[in-house]
């Protein structure tokens, strides 16, 4: 069992909206940084977005505005990313990321120790 999984990909036309999550299992996501990252074929991942443990955001240019973070409140071991007015160029493979060491600021290209196996986003009319 990885130790996130992500749900909720598929296939939508531009200008839709998917709503992805992230479950953690075997512990909680309290306090955790946590971070959406994705890949398009033939790219280097890159991130989407981040949340550190005191619940600072990081959105990357190209999404902010139309991506966001939520929690599930009635599940401390579930993550959103909702994904509005999506574009072509959003396709990809999105994972989840988190780390259990306390930041106060959250950053793409810190250590993330659980990953998920992802989900892919294709948008396409």
């Known amino acids: 069992q990885l130790p996130l999984v992500e749900s909720g990909g598929g296939l939508v036309q531009p200008g839709g909206s998917l709503r992805l999550s992230c479950e953690a299992f075997?512990?909680?996501?309290?306090?955790?940084?946590i971070a959406w990252f994705r890949q398009a074929p033939g790219k280097e991942r890159e991130g989407v977005l981040c949340?550190?443990?005191?619940?600072?955001?990081?959105y990357a240019d190209s999404v902010r505005g139309r991506f966001t973070f939520s929690r599930d409140n009635a599940k401390n071991t579930v993550v959103y990313l909702q994904m509005n007015d999506l574009k072509p160029e959003d396709t990809g493979l999105y994972s989840c990321?988190?780390?259990?060491?306390?930041?106060?600021?959250?950053?793409?290209?810190?250590?993330?120790?659980?990953w998920g196996q992802g989900t892919q986003v294709t948008v396409a009319s």
């Open positions: 990321a988190s780390d259990s060491f306390y930041r106060s600021t959250c950053s793409f290209k810190d250590p993330y120790a659980d």
């Open positions: 075997g512990f909680t996501l309290d306090y955790h940084t």
């Open positions: 949340i550190s443990s005191n619940g600072a955001t990081n």
